[in-house]
C-alpha cells in the first residue's frame, strides 16, 4: 500500500476508539480520526465469536484487499481501523467492497 501505514500498537487502537468517530455497517464498524500527516494508517480487527481463526483471517484479509484497491480515491491524513462484525457466515468480495464504499462515504473520505 503506497500511501498507508499498518497501526500495530495496542495503545493507538484504544486512542483511536476512545477519541475517532465511528460509523456501523452491517457487515463491519469503521473508526476514523485524523492524524496531521500524509499517510493514512490502517488497522483491522475481528471480534473474537466470529467463526474460528481461519474465518476471522479471510474477512481481514478481504478488508485489506478491498482498502488496497480503493487506496487511491482515500483522502490522506486519517487513523483508520475496520472492526469487523459477527455475521451468520464470511461476506463476499462484493459484499465487503459495496459496505466499505457506503462506509467511507459516510464518513467523508471519499465521494
Known sequence: MKYTEP??????FLKLYRNGKFYV???MVIYVKSNKTEKNRLGVTTVKNFGNSVSRNRMRRLIKENYRLSEDKIEKGWDIVFSGRKTVNIPSFKEIEREMKYLFRKTGLIE
Open 7 to 12: 497501526i500495530r500498537k495496542n495503545r493507538d
Open 25 to 27: 455497517g452491517k457487515i
